[in-house]
């Protein structure tokens, strides 16, 4: 028996034994747990505010569609929607450890869109890539990253449009997270660059700028001002006018009806008490308009719907106070927001409480030698829910808020009303864009008795722009843009598929000038491009023979601003009499470089050297790349400088999200 009591204390000796091992084995893993500073922190926890991407910024756990992140009919619960192109950037401390995601692209968008959407994901630690997903269309699986971090500082995430002509498309970070220790990753702040100008001071004496040629409507009143720089007073002289045109020698402006078609080469002189300049301009009466591509202002990307009378006036008084028309800047066109209910003689749409006398703003603005443009929509609400183009009954009551199409148009109705209060441009928006709307309008318009330029907007589907280049004279070729380095260079850099479609009195649009203060109806403020990156924009936009429609609050204009939007030779690229739009010489994604050139009436060619990387990097461009040959003579059209004679090849460095601006002449 006392054996067996013995044996039996032994047995649960061994068993509290045991007990306490195991018991200290997890306290020990508890401890271990304790001391290690291993953390997670998910990607939709940072201030994803500080995203910069091609359309708006980043959602957390929703695509930016609103919706749930789904890829490929699976649905995550976290992560961070946004869009391609488009960039996060995270700062690391040197001591995170790993980061995981499941990318892909959102299911979200409508049928077309997911069809035709594609988008690359690459990831760069410390500006070293470190993965690349290859192109995934809408529809294929989540890919998974995973990447270690040790030692990393910056951790970049970036997703790619793929260069398939379309940006904007939606993607998804799905279950996104950094594993970390230490300080906590951050969103990395934008770099700043320094405001520094290129464009060199001008003369007082008189300069004649672009454009060289205009178009016009026979038997349609005239209002063009000769664009001329230099002090005032000045006496402009111009030989051989048509019958039924005039000019005021005082400013320049040419008005009046021309009986005869025709073209006509004027012989135009400005002098003043410092000197005198001659050029050639032609005067073409026709059935053209914008035989160059408009430039002037817009009131939407700094007032939004919050436009009145007071702003465009004011927008118009600033034009002239800053010189701007002297380049060639001419219309003032109102955005969505000035629209009330239809009434009238007409009944029309009639302006809301913000427009108090359309009629007197419009006569104030052509008396300074100005243009002026409204906005509309054959929908029955407009974007900003104003009193559109359409309506349920024939006095233009509206029943259902909801309805796009109503069973009545008014284009008729408005037009004569937009002739009699003088309007000169029309903005005309909805998508999809149709045919049929656009060819009412566009044929109301060129029978209305008043050359109204005709401009479509949102997002001209491409399939049709052989269609729009016989209907329109300026097409959106995209999404709204926004003042981000991503959004500019995805719609900038992927215009190269419409270039055929381009042309004098047809304008690919690849959007409004995002540059000075902007506000799209909120706080004012400076445009979120740096320097370089504003350079870029301005650049290729001319490149692109694109419309120059400025986008900020003109009042409040800086000195940076101004010589930005007043380069006479960069303008002239811009306003080039043939009208041809440029094209991409070289794509190289490796080294994040896009050359593009684009012939001139002249037969120079305009070069941009562009660099869209993260750091400074010189470019070189090759006869062959360009289609020439021989002695170049090569000029910097930002700084009007003459570098030199090259042949066969010219390098230039170009700062990181620059640009190098040359004309080649032979």
């Not at 995934?136 to 970036?158: D, H, P, Q, T």
């Not at 040419?254 to 025709?262: D, N, R, S, W």
């Amino acid at each position: 028996m006392r054996l067996k009591n013995l044996k039996k204390l032994s047995s649960k000796r061994n068993i509290i034994k045991r007990l306490l091992f195991f018991n200290l084995i997890h306290v020990l893993i508890f401890l271990s747990a304790c001391n290690d500073p291993s953390k997670k922190i998910w990607l939709d926890e940072l201030d994803l505010s500080k995203i910069e991407a091609a359309a708006g910024g980043g959602v957390a756990n929703k695509s930016m569609w609103n919706t749930p992140l789904i890829i490929a009919a699976d649905t995550f619960q976290r992560g961070v929607g946004t869009h391609a192109s488009g960039m996060i950037a995270i700062n690391l401390d040197g001591n995170a450890k790993r980061f995981h995601a499941l990318v892909g692209l959102d299911d979200s968008p409508p049928e077309l869109e997911r069809l035709l959407a594609s988008a690359e994901f690459v990831v760069y630690a410390d500006n070293k890539e470190v993965y690349r997903s290859g192109i995934m269309k809408n529809g294929e699986k989540a890919k998974k990253i995973e990447i270690s971090l040790n030692g990393v500082r910056r951790l970049k995430l970036y997703a790619d449009h793929a260069d398939d002509g379309i940006s904007g498309d939606r993607v998804d970070y799905a279950d996104a997270w950094i594993e970390y220790a230490g300080e906590k990753p951050a969103m990395a702040e934008k770099p700043t660059v320094a405001e520094y100008i290129q464009t060199p001071i001008v003369p007082e004496s008189p300069i004649i700028n672009a454009p060289y040629i205009h178009g016009a409507r026979p038997e349609n009143p005239i209002l063009f001002t000769i664009p001329i720089t230099g002090a005032r007073p000045m006496n402009v002289s111009v030989e051989q006018l048509p019958e039924g045109v005039k000019l005021d020698s005082k400013t320049g402006r040419i008005y009046g009806i021309a009986k005869q078609a025709g073209t006509y080469k004027l012989q135009v002189k400005a002098e003043n008490k410092l000197g005198s300049d001659s050029k050639e301009l032609t005067l073409v009466i026709g059935d053209k308009l914008l035989l160059t591509p408009p430039m002037g202002w817009n009131s939407w990307n700094v007032f939004g719907s919050g436009i009145s009378q007071e702003k465009v006036i004011g927008a118009a008084d600033a034009m002239i106070k800053f010189g701007l028309n002297n380049y060639g800047y001419t219309y003032i066109n109102i955005d969505d927001g000035w629209q009330g209910s239809r009434g009238g003689k007409y009944n029309a749409i009639m302006p809301n409480e913000k427009f108090p006398d359309m009629k007197g703003m419009i006569d104030y603005i052509h008396s300074l030698g100005l243009k002026v443009g409204i906005y509309s929509s054959p929908w029955v609400w407009t974007y900003a829910s104003y009193t559109g183009g359409a309506a349920d009954t024939k006095d233009g009551q509206i029943f259902k808020k909801e309805k796009r199409y109503g069973e009545f148009n008014f284009h008729e109705e408005d037009v004569k009303q937009w002739v009699e209060w003088g309007f000169d441009y029309l903005k005309y928006d909805w998508n999809p864009n149709d045919i049929e709307h656009t060819t009412l309008m566009s044929e109301t318009l060129k029978k209305s008795g008043r050359d109204i330029a005709f401009s479509i907007s949102n997002a001209a589907p491409f399939e049709l722009a052989g269609e729009w280049a016989k209907l329109t004279n300026v097409w959106r070729t995209t999404f709204d843009i926004h003042d981000s380095w991503y959004s500019m260079t995805a719609i900038g850099f992927t215009q190269h598929k419409w270039q055929q479609f381009g042309g004098p009195g047809h304008w690919n649009d690849p959007d409004m000038l995002v540059v000075g203060k902007v506000g799209w109806g909120g706080d004012i403020r400076k445009s979120k491009l740096t320097a370089d990156e504003q350079y870029t924009h301005i650049s290729l936009w001319s490149i692109l023979a694109a419309p120059l429609l400025i986008g900020c609050d003109l009042s409040l204009l800086d000195e940076f601003t101004v010589k930005l939007l007043t380069n006479s030779e960069v303008i002239a690229v811009d306003q080039d009499v043939a009208g041809i739009q440029g094209d991409r010489v070289k794509f190289d994604k490796q080294n994040q470089i896009e050359i593009w050139s684009r012939p001139l009436a002249d037969g120079s060619l305009a070069v941009g050297l562009f660099n869209l990387s993260d750091k400074e990097q010189s470019i070189s461009v090759t006869w062959s790349e360009l289609g020439i040959s021989g002695d170049r003579k090569v000029r910097n059209l930002w700084k009007q400088a003459d570098l030199g004679t090259f042949n066969d090849s010219f390098s230039n460095s170009v700062p990181s999200h620059g640009v190098g601006f040359f004309k080649l002449a032979g």
